[in-house]
């Protein structure tokens, strides 16, 4: 990538983006199936479980505007990063407010920067998007996503093994989840997410190198809620994640979780299927 191509990606820091969407009751009831939860019928007025506003605000592109690896095509909102893999990497959140099942939610969104990195794997480009969802009541949820853009590997070229990390603490919460190809498919189709590497088979072997789908970032994120909804003392209300390293399907997925000893904070994670550490999070609970 050259540095013209750079500079002209500063050029989208500062850019805007607004939306409205409505959190519905089949919305709700849905990701509650996706999540194997055996939960009531939910009603308007429900408070909506810390986390789940992931299913708001999908990208809706038409057809024609879809790229090659199924997300939309770049330039719009997000810049047009020249590399051809994108995945998610990580995000900060704090819950401001409650949101509620029938809420009309407002989304207010800004590319807050562009960072070019170089990496073991090569070129790398990181975008952060800051995004306030706000009701009627007031902001809700503040979130900070991070989005890395990477070229493709040197197929020539001889890949060292992964150094896996080791897991941050000792799990004093844990559950296991085998993701299988229809869970994801579900959750991207709750989220009206494209990506081909989580139900392509040939085009994520083929194309992008993987031993089979992906497990979508954002649902192993929300699978980690759900662990402190599960077991923490109070609903989080600060949230910090990082995705370092992939998770497939049909290979167990351990969600574990270590709790400070004042209870006001915990200490979150993923492990894959051989103990290698796939995001680390931290939590803070509502006094």
Not at 131 to 140: I, L
Not at 148 to 159: L, M, S
Not at 260 to 281: C, I
Request: aromatic share 8%; proline share 10%; with cysteine.
């Amino acid at each position: 990538m050259q540095q013209a191509d750079l500079a002209r990606l500063s050029e989208w820091i500062g850019q805007r983006e607004s939306d409205i969407d409505t959190i519905t009751i089949p919305s709700v009831l849905r990701l509650a199936a996706t999540l194997d939860r055996d939960d009531p019928r939910p009603r308007n007025g429900d408070p909506l479980p810390i986390g789940w506003h992931s299913i708001l605000f999908p990208r809706v592109v038409r057809q024609s505007q879809i790229g090659p690896d199924g997300h939309p095509e770049r330039g719009d909102f997000l810049p047009p990063v020249p590399l051809p893999r994108r995945m998610f990497a990580g995000k900060r959140i704090r819950f401001e407010g409650e949101l509620r099942v029938g809420d009309e939610v407002r989304r207010e969104s800004v590319i807050q920067s562009v960072t070019p990195k170089q990496g073991k794997s090569g070129q790398m480009v990181f975008v952060t998007v800051r995004t306030e969802m706000s009701t009627g009541r007031g902001v809700a949820v503040v979130e900070e996503q991070d989005i890395v853009y990477r070229e493709e590997p040197d197929p020539n070229a001889p890949k060292p093994p992964a150094a896996a990390q080791a897991a941050p603490g000792t799990p004093v919460w844990r559950k296991v989840v085998t993701p299988d190809p229809v869970m994801l498919f579900r959750y991207s189709a709750l989220t009206f997410n494209g990506h081909r590497i989580h139900y392509d088979h040939p085009y994520v072997t083929g194309t992008e190198g993987y031993p089979t789908l992906v497990m979508n970032g954002g649902l192993t994120t929300l699978l980690v809620f759900e662990l402190a909804r599960a077991f923490g003392p109070a609903p989080v209300r600060e949230f910090s994640s990082r995705n370092v390293r992939p998770l497939f399907v049909n290979r167990a997925i351990s969600l574990c979780g270590e709790p400070a000893a004042d209870g006001r904070s915990a200490r979150l994670w993923a492990e894959d299927d051989t103990g290698a550490l796939a995001l680390s999070a931290t939590a803070q609970f509502a006094q």
